[in-house]
């Protein structure tokens, strides 16, 4: 069986109330034997801590997502970092800019993501990025905050191969998910043929963007062998290299052993 790992979902959504189960016991089916639950708000974090905590092979990120953090107080900045000493979890996000949901100011998004980043120097934990519309000013925030000694992932990336180099060159993985897959994705599909083989990574962010042939419907950890199916097809590896490859990188970015 190829072994899979998906570094990004959403496991704890209330789009799983009636069959997380059934919707964990198939990851596992289909080869998933890590993955990275996300906890991003004052509702999530508990959920994935408790998911962390139920399950051997997951493991939690907690941060404070920007379309919230108009929400996010001092004690809350304390909380995350309190919860960076337990051992389920291996990175602080998802974090970052998002200029599309005009939810929360982007001076406030500004202020929350460097708070972050410099906790993650604290603490000396890889970040999770989250970038919507908001390359240019990630990209700066990244580089003035010295994110490279930290380093972390870029999850879902959408931008252009000169985007994705200068991540590169500050210690970030690029992880693809369900858009890789589209039938119209010319550019994640160009990206993912000139990223070192050694810095990528495969997700779903389930339950969002699942994958041709299910876009539109309800994404889940086991659809990320899709995702494995399509990067094996555009490099021309095998599905169990895609996922060799992808589970050692993702190890190694968290620190899992």
Known sequence: MTLLF?????????????????????????GVHKLVNIGFNRETIPTT????????FIYAAVGWHPVDSIDMLP??????EQLCAHKKVVAIGEIGLDYHWDTSPKDV???VFREQIRLAHKVNKPIV???RDAHEDIIRILREENASKVGGVMHCFSGSW???KQCLDMN??????????????????EVLRQVPLDRILIETDAPYLAP???????????????????AAEILGKTVEEIGAITTENGKKCFGIV
């Open 172 to 189: 970030f993985y690029i992880s693809f998910g369900g858009p890789l897959t589209f039938k119209n994705a010319r550019v994640p599909k």
């Open 109 to 111: 998004q500004q202020r």
């Open 6 to 30: 998906d570094t990004h979902t959403h496991l704890d959504s209330d789009k799983f109330a009636e069959d997380r189960e059934e919707v964990i016991e198939r990851a596992l089916a289909a």
């Open 49 to 56: 801590m408790a998911l962390a905590e139920r399950y051997e």
């Open 75 to 80: 004690e809350d900045l304390d909380w995350i």
């Open 129 to 131: 990025i989250h970038n």
């Open 162 to 164: 000169e985007t994705a």
């Open 212 to 230: 041709h042939p299910l876009r539109g419907k309800r994404n889940e950890s086991a659809f990320v062998s899709l995702v494995a199916e399509t």
